[in-house]
């Protein structure tokens, strides 16, 4: 008789499509694949190989493969599969090795779902959950005969019959599980997820035949022969570079960089940091520095490692994704970038727990990152490496023995950085990830880490900074002088009128191309207007635009492009520069050259990045000036300690001078973070309780468990909203509708996916239009249609707000 693991629907009705002992043994090969070159398995790799065979063992009952078949009167109790197989593991394992035959329960109990609670287990095993009934529910699945021959032969198992008789008493495992509890050791969650992950990818890929991508060498040349062979050689004598110009400092700093590849005992470092201030080409350098490394690793360690490149916003994805792509060949490195503008088609595939009934096989590629490289977001990386979801978690795997370079890190907010930097420590410690941190401020990620959480647990992170020491960093940053902070922040700003008035008009001429960073997306829209209606009245001619998250991604990039030209043909003296009033969504990867800016009293890393905005291509003729103001808003949205701290380093430099030059920028992140890392004051509980819970295994249920931790907070709910703004959405949409209405597949969706992506934001629940959606709409995705345009979404400032919005906060 013939087992099946999965079926599909045919003209001539539903057969099998997966042999049950096929399924089992690819499931175990890949599974077993990824236990080979951790250290943290090598003595239990038989063990846990084990978890892959008994995962589906419970589809040998006849009351599964009836489900599978849609036969008649089936029992949906005895068709159940994980629970069986789970139970077979404990009895198996759990009196040879008590922690993995609990872990090996666990993980194939909870497999086609998302890992609950260490307290939740406890719950599997308390007296009610042992009653006679429940353990004959059991027995009744197996007794089926040919059940027992066929498990023999095709799994070489004798006791299937008899494994019950095994089972201890409730309370054996119940104690276990409060051992394990009582002493709680992060390892456990690095390695349960990690198990976890291989069972749901090797299963799933094997579900959807999804082929697995096996990785190829990369040329290490790539970044030399698209910029040549860096030979600008480092002077020790000199204090700083500013003799060399922008391109030679490029090149200065490559060299720097991927000569510490020649360093002895390089292989055994596993946490990198690269310093450097904005426009110095940190990510060609972590690029070349990444490639070069997995060649090492290659001949020593014979695998090839996979580049994960996170980043914080999705533009800069995009423009990452064009420069990778610019230096490989179709054919010689396959490179995936993975992110979503919203996160509703996910949540939408979560209520989908397949139970042998098919999967997309271009989905399943993506979410599992079948490539040599990946780009990604810091939402995709970080709430995989600090989350429970079983869909992010089928990728969790692929950190191990990678190498991650995670750019632009000053955007995570302050609180979560000891969280960011521990977990990214175990990373390395447990599963051999090699970390690149990137920033142009130097956030004390790993100091912080040290500082709130390592020290207490008997570790410490060192990372390896590639420029060298501190002083070699600051002669990079001192040798660029473009911009000067000036600070104007005394007084807040009363309101809108105010700041125009006495602070914009004062300070910019219309000869100046000029940024406008505040931090929220409502005042942000309300500076637009005002400046738009005094432009009006005043008869100023220069062009106004306005970026911010509640314009859909769709028209960004062409927004970005449109200001840049704008600012080179004034500089050509053929017309007038522009305005950019925006949010801090700007700060990171944004690729223009204001003349000026004004930002928003905020942390000073991010005050740094606006900064970066300006005199980006370093005209030496000028210092570009960014003017710091203050609207009120900063406590609210940052904390009072990020105030307090930014306030004290801003006050401290300007007292002996009221002008700070971008070469002692450096100086004034570090004198920031110092003070940050000295404070006592309870920001940073939010770390140590997701931490702790990660140590607890509290996966959900709680208020800190692991499934509440997210990347980016409003502190408030909000919805995605589909935008159906021009024909490419229309279609888009059309297209979805029948994805939802099952008249075509996730495949047929996909060349509109990204299109469909790109018309969506999220919005603030409490607003009154996103309320008028809800009244007449339901499901994961509201949509505005074209013929409502007006009424909901402004071409230029976006989705409509109001009044109510200042009782709340929207950053982004």
Known sequence: MDFYSHAKDTSQGRVGSKLLRKHLKNVEAQFCKGLKHLHVFKDKKTILGSIAIFHDLGKYTQYFQDYLFDRPNVDYNLKSHSQFGALYYLAKYFNKDPFTGIVGYWIISQHHGNLQSLMALRSDFTESAFVPELLQQRKK??????????????????????????ILSSQSYFKRIKQLQKNSNIQNYFQINYLFSLLIEADKLDASETKVYQRVPLSPSKVDEEKGLPNQKWDETVNDFGHLSQNELRNLVRKRVVERLSEEGILDQKIFTLTGPTGIGKTLTALDFALKLRVMIREKEERETQIIYALPFINIIEQSDSVYRKLFAEDEARILSHYQYADALSQQDEKYNDDGKGYDQKVMSLDTWQCDIVITTFVQFLQTLIGNRNKLLKKFNHYASSIIILDEVQTIALKQLPLIGASLYYLSKF?????????????KVFELANEKILLNEGEKASPVELLGTDDDVEKIFKSFNRTKLLPRIKEPIKDQVDFIENYFMEYWRQD??????????????????????YFKDKKIKNSLYYLSTNVIPAGRQHLINKIKEDILTARKGKGLMPILVSTQCVEAGVDIDFDMAFRDLAPIDSIIQVAGRVNREYNRAFMGEVYIIDFGKCGRIYGPMTEDTARNAIKFFTDMNP???????????????????????DGFGYSLNFFRSMKELNYDGSEWSVSKFQVIENGFKTSSVFIEFDNKAKKAREKFNMLIRKECSREDFEPFKKDFHQ??????????????????????ILFVDNDNLKYFYNSETGFERDATEESFVTIL
């Open 431 to 443: 599963l051999d990830a090699r970390i690149v941190l990137m920033t142009a401020t130097k956030p």
């Open 659 to 681: 002008v700070i030059e971008e070469k002692n920028y450096l100086k004034l992140i570090t004198y920031y973070y110092k003070n940050i890392c000295e404070r006592n004051e």
């Open 512 to 533: 100046k191309s000029c940024l406008i960073v505040v931090n929220t997306v409502k005042l942000s829209i309300d500076v637009f207007y005002y400046i738009q209606t």
């Open 759 to 780: 018309h969506i934001i999220a919005v603030p629940d409490y607003l009154p239009k996103v309320q008028e959606l809800k009244a007449y709409q339901s499901g994961e």
């Open 141 to 166: 699945q197996i007794s089926i005969l040919p059940f027992k021959d066929e498990v023999n032969k095709e799994l070489d198992i004798d006791d299937i019959e008899i494994f019950h008789d095994e």
